[in-house]
C-alpha cells in the first residue's frame, strides 16, 4: 500500500436541511500520519469522511488526496472517480454485498474500478484475506460470519485498492463487544505499515494508542487538535473537557 499521499482540505462545508453539518473545515494530513477523529454524536465526523471521498457531496471548498485536487464548485465525475481511487472507506455497518462470497467482495472494486484482469483480482483478494486472518472464509457469504469477521472482509476490501488513505467511519460502532478487539487488532496492523489513516472512532483508549494527532469536533468544525497525550490529558477548550468527563477518559470539571 502506498504511504506517499497526503490530504488537505480548505474550506469545506456542508449542509442537510439548512443546518451546517460541516462549517468551513480547514485540515492538513500528512503523508503516513495517523488522525483519529473524536467528538459528539451529530457534529460531522462522519460527513467529513464521507465528503472526502464524495459520498457525500461538499457544498463548497477544496479536498486535495494526493497530486489531485478537487474543488467542490466545479467537481467532474473524473475527478470524484480519482479521489475514490486514492481513497478506501471503511463502513460502520460493514456494507458488504450480500449475495458475493467474502473473497468477491474485495475483488469486486478491482475488477470494477481498478479493471484489473479477474486472475489478478483473485489473487489479490486471496493474499488480503490471508492478511486479515481469514483465509479459510474465502467462500463464505456474509451471513454466515460473525460481526467481527464481516468488518475485517471490509477492511480488507479497503485495504485490497492499494489506496493512498483509509478511511473508518467508526469500524467498531454495529460490533457486539467480543468481535471488538479482533477489528481493532487488524487496525493496529494496517497502521504499523505507515498508511495515511483517517478513523472516526468512539474508542477512546484505541485512539489514544494509535494516533499520530487528535482531532475533537464540534457543531461542524475541528475545535482542538493535538498528540493524544495534549487531547487526553491536557484539553484546553471546556467543550472537548466535557466530552472526555462523559466518555470517562477524564474526571469531570469541579465547580469554579
Not at 454466515?144 to 485490497?160: K, N, P
Request: aromatic fraction near 6%; charged fraction near 25%.
Amino acid at each position: 500500500m502506498s504511504s506517499t499521499t497526503g490530504v488537505t482540505v480548505r474550506g469545506l462545508t456542508k449542509t442537510f436541511g439548512g443546518a451546517a453539518v460541516l462549517d468551513g473545515i480547514d485540515l492538513d494530513v500528512s503523508p503516513g500520519e495517523r488522525v483519529v477523529i473524536i467528538g459528539p454524536s451529530g457534529t460531522g465526523k462522519s460527513t467529513l469522511l464521507r465528503c472526502l471521498n464524495y459520498l457525500d457531496q461538499p457544498d463548497a471548498g477544496q479536498i486535495s488526496i494526493g497530486d489531485l485536487t478537487v474543488d467542490a464548485a466545479r467537481a467532474r465525475k473524473s475527478d470524484i472517480l480519482g479521489l475514490r481511487r486514492r481513497t478506501g472507506f471503511v463502513f460502520q455497518n460493514y456494507a458488504l454485498f450480500a449475495n458475493k462470497t467474502a473473497l468477491e467482495n474485495i475483488m469486486e472494486a478491482l475488477v470494477t474500478v481498478q479493471r484489473l484482469p479477474r486472475a489478478d483480482a483473485v489473487a489479490r483478494a486471496r493474499d488480503v484475506l490471508a492478511e486479515t486472518g481469514l483465509s479459510d472464509k474465502a467462500d463464505s457469504y456474509p451471513a454466515a460470519l460473525s460481526g467481527g469477521q464481516q468488518q475485517r472482509v471490509g477492511i480488507g476490501r479497503a485495504m485490497a485498492l492499494g489506496a493512498g488513505v483509509l478511511l473508518f467511519d467508526e469500524p467498531t460502532s454495529a460490533l457486539d463487544p467480543e468481535w471488538v478487539g479482533e477489528v481493532l487488532d487488524l487496525m493496529r496492523r494496517v497502521a504499523a505499515q505507515k498508511q495515511t489513516l483517517l478513523i472516526v472512532t468512539h474508542e477512546m483508549q484505541f485512539a489514544r494508542e494509535i494516533a499520530d494527532r487528535v482531532l475533537f469536533m464540534h457543531s461542524g468544525r475541528i475545535v482542538e487538535h493535538g498528540t493524544p497525550a495534549q487531547i487526553f490529558d491536557a484539553p484546553q477548550d471546556a467543550r472537548l473537557r466535557r466530552f472526555l468527563a462523559r466518555t470517562g477518559v477524564e474526571r469531570p470539571l469541579t465547580a469554579r
